[in-house]
């Protein structure tokens, strides 16, 4: 069974930063894409950022293009996700997420872990 737990969330400031990391345990990360998703209070779950097997061709939500980066080592079974000029529309519960494409659909993800809080102070 495939387990992923994130962490590295937590509060900040705007303009700071952090990085959330995703431990994945039941399989090799080698073989798949990862991603990240988030929700915010009262809104439903989006694509903010995923990572094909090999660490090639990230993809970014626009929202995030140019502060987030998402990066992988599949030596440790962790995909990452640093956050730099955090906002605070960037405030969320963060996921990460296991499949077979590098997409911004939820749907090619079939693991999920349970997610880590991101506040944002203005």
């Known amino acids: 069974q495939v387990q992923l737990v994130e962490s590295g969330g937590g509060l900040v400031q705007a303009g700071g930063s952090l990085r959330l990391s995703c431990a994945a345990s039941?399989?090799?990360?080698?073989?798949?894409?990862m991603g990240w998703f988030r929700q915010a209070p009262e809104k439903e779950r989006g694509f903010v950022a995923a990572i094909w097997f090999n660490g090639g061709s990230p993809n970014y939500a626009d929202s995030v293009k140019g502060r987030f980066t998402i990066s992988r080592d599949n030596v440790q079974n962790t995909v990452y996700l640093q956050m730099n000029n955090l906002k605070p529309e960037d405030t969320a519960v963060y996921y990460c997420?296991?499949?077979?494409?590098?997409?911004?659909?939820?749907?090619?993800?079939?693991?999920w872990g349970k997610g880590t809080q991101v506040t944002v102070l203005a």
């Open positions: 039941g399989r090799p990360l080698s073989l798949y894409a």
């Open positions: 997420a296991l499949g077979g494409l590098n997409t911004d659909l939820e749907t090619d993800y079939q693991y």
